[in-house]
């Protein structure tokens, strides 16, 4: 895998309404957030992907269907789900159980695509984040605050890439 597309979904109708960020419900988009998927689209269809992944809630799904004009076939996984944490707050998982769940996923299709666009939420994408440019995490929760927040991630060894990062960004 040469470049890993992260895109955080786009807004719900929960969040439109005022509803807590920190809520685990499963709203749908609102229209703004269709808007925003739309809008996000134009840029991720520069990219060549090959595969969609997104976590298993609604808001990412749809974020993804719509910003797929390629029609790939989008695979939801619970590796890309945010953190797991019970309605009290307890039993919180941790950032290296969230890391090995994410990662033991794209080491696994690492060898079967050049580009992947992922669409998931914005904790576990700055896990992802971190865990593949080594930043610590003061500086990976600056990213992926804003619906729809995408970065393009490459390691190209032939475009002179050592490590993993940033070469392209878009927030709709």
């Given at each position: ?22 809520s ?6 609102s ?39 390629k ?11 945010e953190?797991f ?20 996923f ?16 914005s ?33 190209d ?10 070469v392209?960004?878009?927030t709709?």
């Open positions: 895998m040469k470049k890993i597309i992260l895109a955080r979904h786009t807004e719900t109708v929960h969040l439109a309404s005022g509803g807590d960020k920190r685990r419900n499963d709203s749908q988009l229209l703004s957030g269709i808007n925003q998927a739309i809008s996000l689209s134009k840029f991720v269809n520069n990219h060549d992907y090959e595969a969609v992944i997104t976590s298993l809630f609604q808001r990412s799904i749809q974020t993804a269907e719509i910003i797929n004009t029609k790939i076939q989008v695979f939801p996984s619970i590796a890309f789900s953190y944490i019970r309605d009290d707050n307890t039993e919180v998982e941790t950032t290296d159980m969230a890391i090995s769940r994410t990662m033991s794209i080491y696994s299709i690492f060898d079967k695509f050049d580009t992947v666009l992922i669409v998931g939420h904790s576990i994408n700055k896990t992802i984040l971190q865990a593949l440019t080594n930043i610590e995490f003061s500086e990976a929760k600056e990213y992926f605050n804003s619906l729809g927040e995408t970065h393009v991630l490459r390691l060894w032939k475009a002179g890439d050592k490590v993993w990062g940033i392209e960004s878009f709709p």
